[in-house]
């Protein structure tokens, strides 16, 4: 697990950022300052104070940031070991499941301040204490859920589009066609359909081909820069 200031990251980001696939968990905690993120095919606008977090295997791009304003928050990537070794306390299914930006009130903001400082001064420190890291950790996911809890798809239909999705990341290389996926799942290509456009406001088909170029570009970058 390593906490970075946003302060500091900000000196170093060339905008755009390479369009990438996350080979590790990630959280950006907000506290003042704006900037576009793209996560999948969606792109959000996060204003502070927000929580955006990122799942291992998710393909991600920071598009743009505040000039004007101060950038301060927190950068938290979390490998998979350190998430393995959560779950029981954090449901995988919760995590993976969240809607990806969540604006906490002033109070549960300040709350997240608080928590994401005490977790940047553990693991950064000369010292720092796995137990009380990963304590620390556990406290910030289930806060999240917690908050997620309103939002999160709980319809047959929503859990299906989120299926696909996961699915599509697994296996587009090899399957393009939406009968693979509908297959998969034990339903009907229209209903399949019917689930995504519900959830996602695009058709199986938009999804498959902006996941595909997505994925070229992240090939080609990768390429490139070998």
């Known amino acids: 697990m390593q906490v970075y200031p946003l302060a500091f990251m900000a000196n170093y980001l060339i905008l755009p950022t390479p369009i990438l696939r996350a080979d590790y968990h990630f959280m950006i905690y907000l506290d003042s300052g704006s900037f576009q993120q793209q996560v999948g095919i969606e792109n959000y606008d996060v204003e502070a104070p927000s929580i955006l977090y990122v799942p291992e295997g998710e393909v991600f791009s920071i598009r743009s940031k505040s000039k004007e304003e101060e950038f301060s928050g927190f950068f938290i990537l979390i490998e998979s070991k350190v998430v393995t070794s959560i779950l029981r306390e954090v449901g995988f299914s919760d995590l993976l499941e969240m809607v990806p930006l969540i604006k906490p ?7 997240f301040r608080s928590i994401c400082g005490l977790l940047h001064d553990e693991v950064s ?27 999160r798809a709980i319809s047959r239909q929503n859990e299906i589009a989120h299926n696909f999705k996961q699915l599509l990341n697994e296996h587009f290389k090899n399957h393009k066609s939406v009968k693979f996926y509908a297959q998969t799942l034990n ?11 519900a959830h996602y406001n695009k058709s199986c088909k938009q999804i498959i081909q902006e996941t595909t170029v997505l994925h070229s570009q992240i090939l080609f970058f990768e390429t490139t820069r070998d």
């Open 105 to 111: 009130d002033a109070d549960r903001n300040d709350w």
């Open 187 to 197: 339903v009907s290509e229209n209903y399949l359909n019917r689930c995504v456009k």
């Open 125 to 151: 420190g000369p010292a720092p204490n796995r137990k009380v890291g990963n304590g620390l950790l556990q406290a910030l996911l289930h806060k999240l859920v917690e908050l997620n809890s309103g939002k």
